[in-house]
C-alpha cells in the first residue's frame, strides 16, 4: 500500500460531509425537485441557486426530515439518512435555519437560543456556547430577555442563525437567509456566513440571489424548475455568460 | 363543611383537575375533542376496582391514571402525527367508541350504569389537585416547558431545533390523559353512579372549554375557566330557562372581548384582525416557496 498522503485543502477530503444523490420530493402531486444531486465537502461553502419556485427550500426540506423524500438518498458524513427524523438529524449534527427566520416570537431571545442546544445535555457547554453566540451577535446580547417577536428583520435572522449554532452543527443549511432585508442587512449576513464558513462549518446555502451567494460561496449549483442546470466554482459560475445573462441581468455575450 | 357546600367544592376540584389536565395537551398546541373518553376509563376502571375488588380509593385512582395514560399514549401515538384536524376527528371517533364498548359491556351495568361506590373526600381531591399543580409548576420553567410552547407556537421552528415534535407531544397526551383518568376516578366516587352516557361529547366540550375560557398560556387559565363555568350554573339558577340564552351570550362576548381567554397577554395574536392580515398577506405570498 502507499503511504498515506494528507492532501491539502478541506475539498480534497475522500468522504464528503454531504452527498445527496438522485432526490426526488415534491407535495402531493406536484412535484418539487426532480433528481438532484450534489456534494458538499467539509469545510466547504456551496450555494444552491435559483428563482422563486425552482425547489430549492424543497431540497432543503428533504434533505433535514422536514419532509420525506420520494426517492433518492441522502448520506451525511459517509452515512445513509434518507428519511430520518429531524431531530436526529439535528443531534447528529445537521442543523437548518428555515425560510422566513422562523424564530418563536413569544419566547425570549435567550430562550430561543436554548432551544436552539434542546438535543444536548450539557448544561455547563450550553452556557458556555450561549455567551459565545451572543458575543458574536452584539445586538441579540442587549436583547437577550426580549420577546424575539420584537426583534428587528436582520435581529431575528441573526437569532435564527444562533439558534441553528447552538446544536453545534457541523453541518449548516441556510435557508434564503437575506429574505426580505434590506441591502445592507444582506451584506451583513453574508459577511457573517463567510465568517462561519472561514471558521470551518461546512455551509450548504441556498439562494436567490445569485449575486450575492456566489460571491461568499467555494462552488455553486443552479437551479431551474427542480433540475440543477449548471455547476462549478464560484468563479466559473460568474464568469460564464450564460449566468450573467439569466441571472445576473444581462451583459454577458450572446449564446 | 355541610354536605352542599362540600359536593360543591368536591365537584369544582374535579372541574379544576380537568382543565388542568386538559391544559397539559393545549399548551403543546393540541387539542383533543373526546377528553370524556379518558374520564370514563378512569371512572370505571375505579369504580370496579372499588366496587367489585374493594380496592381503597387512592390505589385504584393510580390505576386509574396508568389507564387511562395508556390509552392517552396509543390515540396519541396514531392520531398526533397527523394534522391537528386528524387529531380532532380521532380523539372525537374515540370518545364514541368508548362510549358504545361500556354501553354493550355487561359487566359494568351497560348503559343502566354502575353503581355501589362509596363516596370521595375533599381532602383527596385537595391532595391531587396539589400534586398536579407543583408538576405544572416545575413544568413551566423546564426545558420541557419551554419546548412545549415552541410546539405550540411554530412546529416547524421546534423541529428545525432538533425538537422530537411528536414524541414530545404524545408524551404530553398521556400525561393529559392520566389527570384526566383521575379526576374521573373521583368523579365516580361523586356521583355515586356511572353510566356511559355522562362521558359523551358534552362533557368533553366543557372540559374543552374549561380551556379556552381561561386560555392556554398560562396553566392557572385553566383553573380560572374550571371555576367559572362550575360556578356559573349556580349563580345564574334564578335565570331558570334563559340560563343557557345568557351563557352562550356571555361566551361570545368573551371570545370577541378577550380571544386569548381571562387569563393571557392580549399579544397572543388568535382570532383577531392582526391573525386576519397575516394570513391574507401570507396568501400573497404563497408559492414563494423555492
Known amino acids: 500500500m502507499a503511504p498515506e498522503q494528507r492532501p491539502a485543502g478541506p475539498q480534497a477530503t475522500a468522504e464528503p460531509a454531504l452527498e445527496v444523490r438522485e432526490l426526488r420530493a415534491g407535495y402531493g402531486r406536484i412535484t418539487g425537485i426532480d433528481g438532484i444531486s450534489l456534494t458538499v465537502a467539509p469545510g466547504e461553502l ?207 455575450q450572446e449564446v | 363543611m355541610d354536605a352542599y357546600t362540600e359536593a360543591v367544592v368536591i365537584r369544582l376540584g374535579i372541574a379544576i383537575l380537568l382543565a388542568l389536565g386538559y391544559w397539559i395537551t393545549a399548551a403543546t398546541g393540541k387539542f383533543s375533542f373526546g377528553h370524556a373518553a379518558f374520564m370514563a376509563i ?16 387512592a390505589t385504584s385512582m393510580l390505576i386509574s391514571g396508568l389507564t387511562a395514560a395508556v390509552a392517552g399514549a396509543f390515540i396519541g401515538w396514531i392520531a398526533l402525527r397527523l394534522s391537528i384536524l386528524y387529531l380532532a376527528i380521532i380523539t372525537f371517533a374515540f370518545a364514541e367508541i368508548v362510549k358504545i364498548l361500556l354501553d354493550s359491556w355487561d359487566y359494568v351495568g351497560g348503559a343502566s350504569g354502575l353503581f355501589g361506590m362509596r363516596g370521595t373526600t375533599v381532602e383527596l381531591v385537595a391532595m391531587c389537585i396539589g400534586v398536579v399543580i407543583v408538576y405544572l409548576f416545575f413544568l413551566a420553567r423546564s426545558r420541557k416547558g419551554l419546548s412545549y410552547e415552541a410546539i405550540r407556537e411554530d412546529e416547524q421552528a421546534a423541529r428545525a431545533c432538533g425538537l422530537g415534535v411528536t414524541g414530545i407531544s404524545v408524551e404530553a397526551f398521556a400525561v393529559s390523559a392520566a389527570i384526566t383518568g383521575v379526576a374521573g376516578a373521583l368523579s365516580a366516587h361523586e356521583t355515586l353512579i356511572i ?41 345564574f339558577d334564578f335565570l331558570d330557562n334563559y340560563y343557557q340564552i345568557t351563557y352562550g351570550l356571555l361566551f361570545v362576548v368573551l371570545m370577541i372581548l378577550r380571544p386569548q381567554g ?29
Open chain 2, 262 to 290: 381571562i387569563i393571557g397577554r392580549s399579544t397572543e395574536r388568535r382570532f383577531n384582525l392582526g391573525a386576519l392580515k397575516k394570513l391574507a398577506s401570507s396568501r400573497n405570498g404563497a408559492g414563494r416557496d423555492g
Open chain 1, 46 to 252: 456551496v450555494a444552491l441557486l435559483g428563482a422563486n419556485g425552482a425547489g430549492k427550500s424543497t431540497f432543503l426540506r428533504a434533505i433535514s426530515g422536514m419532509i420525506r423524500a420520494w426517492s433518492g438518498s441522502v448520506l451525511f458524513h459517509g452515512k445513509e439518512v434518507t428519511g430520518q427524523r429531524s431531530d436526529r438529524l439535528v443531534r447528529s449534527g445537521m442543523a437548518h435555519v428555515p425560510e422566513g427566520r422562523r424564530v418563536l416570537p413569544t419566547l425570549t431571545v435567550e430562550e430561543n437560543l436554548r432551544l436552539g442546544a434542546f438535543t444536548r445535555r450539557r448544561s455547563g457547554d450550553v452556557d458556555a456556547d450561549l455567551a459565545s453566540v451572543l458575543t458574536r451577535f452584539g445586538p441579540l446580547r442587549e436583547r437577550r430577555n426580549q420577546k424575539a417577536g420584537t426583534l428587528s428583520g436582520g435581529e431575528q435572522q441573526m437569532l435564527s442563525i444562533g439558534r441553528a449554532l447552538m446544536a453545534r452543527p457541523t453541518i449548516l443549511l441556510l435557508d434564503e437567509p437575506s429574505l426580505g432585508l434590506s441591502p445592507r442587512l444582506v451584506g451583513e449576513v453574508f459577511a457573517l456566513i463567510r465568517d462561519l464558513a472561514s471558521e470551518g462549518l461546512t455551509i450548504l446555502l441556498v439562494e436567490q440571489n445569485v449575486k450575492q451567494g456566489l460571491g461568499c460561496a467555494d462552488r455553486g449549483y443552479l437551479l431551474s424548475t427542480g433540475s440543477v442546470v449548471m455547476t462549478g466554482s464560484a468563479q466559473e459560475l460568474l464568469a460564464n455568460p450564460k449566468v450573467i445573462d439569466s441571472y445576473l441581468g444581462g451583459r454577458g
Open chain 2, 42 to 57: 378512569g371512572a370505571y376502571t375505579a369504580a370496579i376496582l372499588t366496587v367489585n375488588f374493594e380496592w381503597s380509593l
Open chain 2, 195 to 235: 353510566t356511559p352516557s355522562q362521558f359523551g361529547a358534552p362533557q368533553s366540550l366543557l372540559i374543552i372549554l374549561f380551556v379556552v375560557l381561561g386560555g392556554v398560556q398560562y396553566f392557572w387559565g385553566a383553573i380560572v375557566g374550571a371555576v367559572v363555568l362550575t360556578m356559573l350554573p349556580i349563580w
